[in-house]
């Protein structure tokens, strides 16, 4: 018989590769590829007539709504889609020490506060560790069940001993990490692809039957040993990631896949020595010195009116150009992408004729956020243009539009609420995309059809990026440059 070939598979994200490789090409990761032993092959031959025939439902008498659970942390519950369906699986990953374990313990100490049944599962924590952090973050009284464990046999039993004991009505269950939980019927050691896609497997099913929300904890990693919360992603309903910076106080909470919502829905927290706290109004937060009224104005910034989810965000951009005296000028960006940033300055020397070829080129997101718009572009180019000139961009002013190869500036969408929200913080003008054809009470507009139409807000632009490339051609001849 032939021997069944080895396969390697990422313990990142889970890919399959025929050979060993250094780089995984599903997620770009180093040296996270190892063997594994063959799989079992799936049994040939199932026919009609042998199985235990399954019943189909009308989906007429199908409920037409969810009943969802909240916790009353709204940030929290507004990424779940509204709150937590019973009998889905939720995974949240997010890197070490982010505040996984925090956010997770408040929200299960506020839902078990409003009569929901809510177990807490730890395979990296003491119950008394637990219990102490409860005490400290004001939790101690929520009747929270807690549990240290790592064999997913005994949770299994002891989840069905303890949701039988519960008196019915919904039910929360945490388990904190996947990684840490082992199977004893499966040889590799915890945390290993095959042990975290067993474990979530059964546990997920564990929330099928018994109607509970399960979440799922799972640390991301860069240790090839440890398998990452990809491998999860599409076994369970929801996924969510926790995101920060580390030096700043602020934690996002981001819906990157949910069945029961919408995607791209953030919560914004802000980690304090009593836990996370919700943050309502968040582009406070990110709004740098430059926000609407309040400090001198500087050159190189510009608000993007954005969207995360459903709720408008104020962001500064932040760019500094600088000549370079680098063969290969700098592009550092921080919260945004690099293909992005290298497409806006490309348009904006084709189309408009500004050369950032001389200059190194940084594009910052004050705060620490994360942008992922093309809605930005416009802002970024503002931040850029500013930045060149080095002349402040029009003082209470937003920005958004995407821009196009040719040069155009396309429309995005919910320009309205975008408007809405610039006037709220006290902006008074945007300029935005000519086809958006929006208004909003208290703020003016410039409706741009072409970049260039931006780059006239910016007069000494063009002198600048003339002189940027003179100095240039002068010190290549000299030899200054090295
Ligand atoms: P934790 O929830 O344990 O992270 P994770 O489970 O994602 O690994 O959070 C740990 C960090 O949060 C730790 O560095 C301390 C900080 N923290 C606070 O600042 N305030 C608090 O009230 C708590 C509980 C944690
Ligand atoms: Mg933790």
Known sequence: MAKAAESFVCQSCGAAYGKWQGRCDACGEWNTILAEAPKTTVPKGLSAGKGKAINFAALSTQPDTVVRTVSGIEEFDRVLGGGLVPGSAILIGGDPGIGKSTILLQAVAQLARRGTTALYVSGEEAVAQIGLRAQRLGLADAPVMLAAANSLRDILAGIDTAMAQAKGGPAVIVIDSIQTI???????????????????HELVRVAKRSNAAVFLVGHVTKDGQIAGPRVVEHMVDTVLYFEGERGHQFRILRAVKNRFGATDEIGVFSMTDGGLSEV???????????????GEPVAGSAIFAGMEGTRPLLVEIQALVAPSPLATPRRTVVGWDTGRLAMVLAVLDARCGLRYSGCDVYLNVAGGLRVVEPAADLAVAA????????????????????????????PVSQSESRLKEAAKLGFEHAVMPAAAKTKVKGIGTSELMRLNELVELFPAARAAAKRAAAGRDRSSWTGEDE
């Open 182 to 200: 082992f199977a004893d019927n499966i040889e590799s050691a915890p945390g290993t692809v095959n042990q975290v896609r067993a474990c979530a």
């Open 280 to 294: 309502t109004n968040p582009s406070a937060l990110f709004l740098g010195r430059s926000e609407a009224g309040k």
């Open 383 to 410: 931040a850029l243009l500013s930045a060149l000139a080095d002349t402040p961009a029009p003082e209470r002013t937003v920005f958004f539009g995407e821009i196009s190869l040719a040069g155009e500036v396309r």
